[in-house]
Nanobody
């Protein structure tokens, strides 16, 4: 069956960095657009970043532009989220998601598969 397994979360101080990974199995990874979402305490799940299945195009939520970078390695069936200049408001559970389309959508309901999430906590 399809599995998306996130890793790399943790606790950091404001201004620090983390790199999240999401390893996919059970699907043809290169056929899927991938995205990262997050859900903070008491908040709805929100789009963070997406990457086309080719890996050559990306886009970001405004609140992470210039700080986060999404990338993928289709040979390793893995998508990454490099997070720099972290802020306390970035505290959330981060999820990766896969959608069997060319380009990633911003709406969570579009996605076919989800990981279990990894906690990111940023202290001030």
């Amino acid at each position: 069956q399809v599995q998306l397994i996130e890793s790399g979360g943790g606790s950091v101080q404001a201004g620090g960095s983390l790199r999240l990974s999401c390893a996919a199995s059970g699907l043809t990874f290169s056929a899927y657009a991938m995205a990262w979402f997050r859900q903070g305490p008491g908040k709805v799940r929100e789009f963070v970043a997406g990457i086309y299945r080719s890996g050559d195009l990306t886009y970001y939520a405004e609140f992470v532009k210039g700080r986060f970078t999404i990338s993928r390695d289709n040979a390793k069936n893995t998508v990454y989220l490099q997070m720099n200049s972290l802020k306390p408001e970035d505290t959330a559970v981060y999820y990766c998601a896969a959608d069997n389309v060319w380009a990633p959508y911003k709406n969570s309901y579009e996605y076919d598969y989800w990981g279990q999430g990894t906690q990111v906590t940023v202290s001030s």
